[in-house]
């Protein structure tokens, strides 16, 4: 499986992103689709991840009611619109597929990643 992602940029706070994770490869073995973000000096931290079907969607606190995350299966895509952004929000975003166990929260529990979109927001 390989992931490609893709929509950081630099936004004034208050303002909206929406992040690109495409899919390719053997995708057929995920069944979860998680964002991540991490900014230098600290561990990656959880944002967000859905179910294949698009049925159950996860959420960090600090992010919930500001981003959603969707899927497009017939694209092989999954998206993060952001909006709402904040300073502290600045990160670099991976997009993650979930390799079948372990908490949806965690980064041990995702096997493929992407190579990471940096988001700049400034105040």
Known sequence: VQLQASGGGLVQAGGSLRLSCAASGSIFSINVMGWFRQTPGKEREFVAALTRNGA???YANSVKGRFTISR??????????M???KPEDTAQYYCAAHGGGGSLLTTSAYTYWGQGTLVTVSS
């Open 56 to 58: 159950s969607t996860f």
């Open 83 to 85: 909006n709402s952004l």
């Open 72 to 81: 497009d299966n017939a694209k092989n895509t999954v998206y993060l619109q």
